[in-house]
Nanobody, 118 residues
């Protein structure tokens, strides 16, 4: 059974940082594009960042460029999202995704809550 499990979410003050992790199991994702999405209350899920299997290609949503950084450790089947200079509008459930197929991904995690508030 293929699973993605996120961790690292929580409550942080504006301007603070968090690092999300997503560990895959059941298959290796070393050659797959992995990414992060988020969904705020009453909003649609939106793309945050993605990274190729080799690590040579990264993409970011305009809203997080310069503040968030995606990375991965293929030996650990893990993708990370370093989030700096967090803003209240970054509050959302963050989802890990793996193995992009067309415009979608074949595997999704259960999500981890990130709340940015003073």
């Amino acid at each position: 059974q293929v699973q993605l499990v996120e961790s690292g979410g929580g409550l942080v003050q504006p301007g603070g940082s968090l690092r999300l992790s997503c560990v895959g199991s059941g298959r290796t994702f070393s050659s797959s594009i992995m990414g992060w999405f988020r969904q705020a209350p009453e909003k649609e899920r939106e793309f945050v960042a993605s990274m190729s299997g080799s690590g040579t290609s990264r993409s970011y949503a305009d809203s997080v460029k310069g503040r968030f950084a995606i990375s991965r450790d293929n030996a650990k089947n893990t993708v990370y999202l370093q989030m700096n200079s967090l803003k209240p509008e970054d509050t959302a459930v963050y989802y890990c995704a793996a193995d992009r197929s067309g415009l979608s991904f074949n595997y999704w995690g259960q999500g981890t809550q990130v709340t940015v508030s003073s």
